[in-house]
Protein backbone atom coordinates (compact mmCIF):
# COMPACT_ATOMS: atom_id res chain seq x y z
CA UNK A 1 0.00 0.00 0.00
CA UNK A 2 1.09 3.28 -1.00
CA UNK A 3 3.14 5.66 2.23
CA UNK A 4 0.96 8.54 3.61
CA UNK A 5 2.11 11.97 5.14
CA UNK A 6 -0.09 13.92 7.65
CA UNK A 7 1.49 16.76 9.87
CA UNK A 8 2.46 15.36 12.93
CA UNK A 9 0.12 17.66 15.06
CA UNK A 10 -2.88 20.76 14.62
CA UNK A 11 -4.64 22.98 17.08
CA UNK A 12 -8.06 24.30 15.47
CA UNK A 13 -10.51 26.18 17.22
CA UNK A 14 -13.97 24.97 18.64
CA UNK A 15 -16.84 25.67 16.09
CA UNK A 16 -14.72 26.06 13.49
CA UNK A 17 -13.87 23.53 10.31
CA UNK A 18 -10.72 21.88 10.60
CA UNK A 19 -8.98 20.47 7.30
CA UNK A 20 -6.55 17.47 7.66
CA UNK A 21 -4.42 17.20 5.19
CA UNK A 22 -2.87 13.74 3.64
CA UNK A 23 -0.11 13.43 0.65
CA UNK A 24 -0.17 9.91 -0.92
CA UNK A 25 1.96 10.78 -4.13
CA UNK A 26 2.68 7.08 -4.74
CA UNK A 27 -1.25 6.15 -4.39
CA UNK A 28 -2.19 3.27 -7.04
CA UNK A 29 -5.27 3.15 -8.99
CA UNK A 30 -7.27 0.84 -7.29
CA UNK A 31 -6.23 2.31 -3.46
CA UNK A 32 -8.90 3.80 -1.63
CA UNK A 33 -8.18 6.56 0.99
CA UNK A 34 -9.65 5.70 4.10
CA UNK A 35 -9.50 8.13 7.33
CA UNK A 36 -9.79 6.63 10.77
CA UNK A 37 -9.37 8.72 14.17
CA UNK A 38 -8.53 7.15 17.64
CA UNK A 39 -9.64 9.18 20.43
CA UNK A 40 -7.47 8.79 23.60
CA UNK A 41 -7.60 4.83 25.14
CA UNK A 42 -10.36 3.71 22.55
CA UNK A 43 -10.54 1.47 19.69
CA UNK A 44 -9.84 3.49 16.04
CA UNK A 45 -13.17 4.55 14.59
CA UNK A 46 -13.96 5.08 10.88
CA UNK A 47 -14.50 7.74 9.55
CA UNK A 48 -15.07 8.24 5.48
CA UNK A 49 -13.39 6.58 2.82
CA UNK A 50 -13.21 7.33 -1.01
CA UNK A 51 -11.43 6.73 -4.57
CA UNK A 52 -11.29 10.00 -6.65
CA UNK A 53 -14.68 11.46 -6.00
CA UNK A 54 -15.75 14.12 -2.93
CA UNK A 55 -17.73 12.12 -0.60
CA UNK A 56 -19.45 13.17 2.66
CA UNK A 57 -21.23 11.43 5.59
CA UNK A 58 -22.60 12.67 8.84
CA UNK A 59 -19.11 12.84 10.70
CA UNK A 60 -16.57 14.86 7.55
CA UNK A 61 -15.87 15.15 3.67
CA UNK A 62 -13.40 14.27 1.96
CA UNK A 63 -12.11 16.09 -0.93
CA UNK A 64 -9.41 14.04 -3.02
CA UNK A 65 -7.46 16.02 -5.55
CA UNK A 66 -7.97 15.22 -9.68
CA UNK A 67 -4.58 13.59 -9.66
CA UNK A 68 -4.95 11.77 -6.38
CA UNK A 69 -2.08 12.62 -4.63
CA UNK A 70 -3.28 14.27 -1.77
CA UNK A 71 -6.42 14.60 0.54
CA UNK A 72 -7.81 16.95 2.79
CA UNK A 73 -10.37 15.56 5.65
CA UNK A 74 -12.58 18.24 6.84
CA UNK A 75 -15.02 18.27 10.16
CA UNK A 76 -17.17 21.20 9.33
CA UNK A 77 -17.87 22.09 13.18
CA UNK A 78 -15.18 21.26 15.50
CA UNK A 79 -16.07 20.14 18.94
CA UNK A 80 -14.19 19.22 21.82
CA UNK A 81 -15.08 15.79 21.11
CA UNK A 82 -13.39 16.12 17.93
CA UNK A 83 -9.67 15.86 19.64
CA UNK A 84 -7.97 12.53 18.55
CA UNK A 85 -5.30 11.18 16.33
CA UNK A 86 -6.11 11.25 12.93
CA UNK A 87 -5.05 8.43 10.57
CA UNK A 88 -5.10 8.20 6.84
CA UNK A 89 -4.52 5.49 4.97
CA UNK A 90 -4.15 4.29 0.98
CA UNK A 91 -5.48 0.80 1.12
CA UNK A 92 -6.81 -1.52 -1.78
CA UNK A 93 -8.22 -4.23 0.08
CA UNK A 94 -8.53 -4.99 3.81
CA UNK A 95 -4.97 -4.48 4.98
CA UNK A 96 -4.63 -1.13 6.94
CA UNK A 97 -1.26 0.46 7.69
CA UNK A 98 -1.39 2.80 10.39
CA UNK A 99 1.47 5.92 10.51
CA UNK A 100 1.91 8.52 13.39
CA UNK A 101 -1.41 10.00 12.37
CA UNK A 102 -1.97 13.29 13.05
CA UNK A 103 -2.91 14.77 16.62
CA UNK A 104 -5.68 17.43 16.60
CA UNK A 105 -6.62 19.34 19.38
CA UNK A 106 -9.73 20.88 19.79
CA UNK A 107 -9.77 24.39 21.51
CA UNK A 108 -12.64 26.08 23.36
CA UNK B 1 -24.53 -2.12 21.22
CA UNK B 2 -24.11 -4.75 18.74
CA UNK B 3 -20.41 -3.63 18.45
CA UNK B 4 -17.03 -5.68 18.72
CA UNK B 5 -16.21 -6.58 22.15
CA UNK B 6 -13.15 -8.05 23.42
CA UNK B 7 -12.31 -10.00 26.75
CA UNK B 8 -10.92 -8.98 29.03
CA UNK B 9 -10.24 -4.98 29.02
CA UNK B 10 -6.73 -5.53 30.98
CA UNK B 11 -4.76 -8.18 32.06
CA UNK B 12 -1.94 -8.67 33.95
CA UNK B 13 0.69 -11.29 33.46
CA UNK B 14 3.72 -12.16 34.55
CA UNK B 15 6.93 -13.00 32.11
CA UNK B 16 6.50 -16.63 31.01
CA UNK B 17 2.83 -16.93 31.18
CA UNK B 18 0.37 -17.81 28.56
CA UNK B 19 -2.34 -15.47 27.93
CA UNK B 20 -5.85 -15.61 25.99
CA UNK B 21 -7.75 -12.93 24.66
CA UNK B 22 -11.09 -12.90 23.23
CA UNK B 23 -13.07 -10.76 20.31
CA UNK B 24 -16.86 -11.17 19.63
CA UNK B 25 -17.22 -9.40 16.33
CA UNK B 26 -20.11 -7.57 14.91
CA UNK B 27 -22.52 -10.82 14.09
CA UNK B 28 -23.08 -10.36 10.16
CA UNK B 29 -19.40 -9.35 9.67
CA UNK B 30 -17.13 -12.44 8.74
CA UNK B 31 -13.97 -10.53 8.28
CA UNK B 32 -12.14 -10.16 11.90
CA UNK B 33 -8.66 -8.75 12.34
CA UNK B 34 -6.46 -8.78 14.81
CA UNK B 35 -3.84 -5.78 15.62
CA UNK B 36 -1.01 -4.76 18.32
CA UNK B 37 -0.64 -1.10 19.52
CA UNK B 38 2.62 0.07 21.61
CA UNK B 39 2.11 3.27 23.18
CA UNK B 40 2.78 6.27 20.65
CA UNK B 41 2.30 4.18 17.55
CA UNK B 42 -0.56 3.88 15.06
CA UNK B 43 -2.28 0.15 15.20
CA UNK B 44 0.06 -2.72 13.95
CA UNK B 45 -2.11 -5.70 11.72
CA UNK B 46 -1.00 -9.02 13.12
CA UNK B 47 -3.26 -11.19 11.06
CA UNK B 48 -6.71 -11.61 9.93
CA UNK B 49 -9.71 -14.26 9.03
CA UNK B 50 -12.76 -14.51 6.63
CA UNK B 51 -15.30 -17.09 8.35
CA UNK B 52 -12.88 -19.31 10.08
CA UNK B 53 -10.26 -19.39 7.67
CA UNK B 54 -6.85 -17.55 8.45
CA UNK B 55 -6.25 -15.73 5.40
CA UNK B 56 -3.20 -14.06 6.46
CA UNK B 57 -0.84 -14.36 9.76
CA UNK B 58 2.70 -13.81 8.43
CA UNK B 59 2.28 -10.21 10.45
CA UNK B 60 2.08 -12.24 13.73
CA UNK B 61 5.13 -10.95 15.42
CA UNK B 62 6.88 -14.67 16.10
CA UNK B 63 5.64 -18.10 16.77
CA UNK B 64 4.95 -17.58 20.35
CA UNK B 65 1.29 -15.88 18.64
CA UNK B 66 -1.58 -17.54 17.48
CA UNK B 67 -5.24 -16.63 16.70
CA UNK B 68 -8.18 -18.94 16.28
CA UNK B 69 -11.40 -18.22 14.86
CA UNK B 70 -13.39 -22.26 15.14
CA UNK B 71 -16.78 -21.33 14.05
CA UNK B 72 -16.40 -18.06 12.15
CA UNK B 73 -17.68 -16.72 14.91
CA UNK B 74 -15.34 -15.08 18.03
CA UNK B 75 -11.77 -15.25 17.73
CA UNK B 76 -8.93 -15.85 20.39
CA UNK B 77 -5.45 -14.79 20.14
CA UNK B 78 -3.27 -16.35 22.69
CA UNK B 79 0.50 -15.63 23.46
CA UNK B 80 3.03 -18.37 25.13
CA UNK B 81 5.47 -17.76 27.37
CA UNK B 82 4.93 -13.61 27.65
CA UNK B 83 7.69 -10.98 27.35
CA UNK B 84 7.64 -7.58 28.70
CA UNK B 85 8.37 -6.42 25.31
CA UNK B 86 4.78 -7.74 24.66
CA UNK B 87 3.02 -5.43 26.85
CA UNK B 88 0.55 -3.68 24.14
CA UNK B 89 -3.12 -2.35 23.51
CA UNK B 90 -4.87 -5.68 21.20
CA UNK B 91 -7.45 -4.37 19.31
CA UNK B 92 -9.83 -6.58 17.05
CA UNK B 93 -11.92 -5.14 14.53
CA UNK B 94 -14.59 -6.87 12.04
CA UNK B 95 -15.35 -5.86 8.29
CA UNK B 96 -17.61 -7.31 5.73
CA UNK B 97 -15.66 -8.63 2.61
CA UNK B 98 -13.89 -6.75 0.28
CA UNK B 99 -13.75 -3.10 2.46
CA UNK B 100 -11.43 -1.94 4.71
CA UNK B 101 -14.22 -0.21 6.49
CA UNK B 102 -13.61 -1.85 9.75
CA UNK B 103 -15.13 -1.43 13.00
CA UNK B 104 -12.60 -2.04 16.09
CA UNK B 105 -13.35 -3.03 19.59
CA UNK B 106 -12.29 -1.23 22.88
CA UNK B 107 -8.97 -3.47 23.03
CA UNK B 108 -6.99 -5.72 25.27
CA UNK B 109 -4.52 -3.96 27.59
CA UNK B 110 -1.68 -6.61 28.27
CA UNK B 111 1.12 -5.31 31.02
CA UNK B 112 3.62 -7.82 31.41
CA UNK B 113 5.84 -7.87 34.84
Known amino acids: DAKTTQPTSMDCAEGRAANLPCNHSTISGNEYVYWYRQIHSQGPQYIIH???NNETNEMASLIITEDRKSSTLILPHATLRDTAVYYC?????????FGAGTTVTVRA | DTGVSQDPRHKITKRGQNVTFRCDPISEHNRLYWYRQTLGQGPEFLTYFQNEAQLEKSRLLSDRFSAERPKGSFSTLEIQRTEQGDSAMYLCASSLPRTAEQYFGPGTRLTVT
Open chain 1, 89 to 97: IACKDYKLS
Open chain 1, 50 to 52: GLK
